[in-house]
């Protein structure tokens, strides 16, 4: 099992920046792979930046260059720095994490879901 607890989202205009943090409740060594994705309104949830491993990370080609996801091992935290947001941008964003049990199967877990709306 693992708990995920979400902050950082907010209200920004247009070509501001926030910084989202998810908390894990173990090691993200443990962790196969950990990240964030989001749901607009009337949209299937996406991907936007994730660790497939310790170093290796995808993004969404629509936020390449603007954001920028970060891990604290310490403090098993993941980070997304979102710079030069777009109204586009706007959803509720959502950390997940995937455990993959004995019998290889992934296991997901999601936090709570954090608003991000970024104004015109």
């Known amino acids: 099992q693992v708990q995920l607890v979400e902050s950082g989202g907010g209200l920004v205009q247009a070509g501001g920046s926030l910084r989202l943090s998810c908390a894990a409740s173990?090691?993200?060594?443990?962790?196969?792979?950990m990240g964030w994705y989001r749901q607009a309104p009337e949209k299937e949830r996406e991907l936007v930046a994730i660790?497939?491993?310790?170093?290796?990370?995808n993004y969404a080609d629509s936020v390449k260059g603007r954001f920028t996801i970060s891990r604290d091992n310490a403090k098993n935290t993941v980070y997304l720095q979102m710079n030069s947001l777009k109204p586009e941008d706007t959803a509720v964003y959502y950390c997940?994490?995937?455990?993959?049990?004995?019998?290889?199967?992934?296991?997901?877990?999601w936090g709570q879901g954090t608003q991000v709306t970024v104004s015109s």
């Open positions: 660790f497939t491993s310790v170093s290796r990370i």
């Open positions: 173990r090691s993200i060594f443990s962790i196969n792979a």
């Open positions: 997940n994490a995937v455990v993959f049990g004995g019998d290889l199967r992934a296991n997901n877990y």
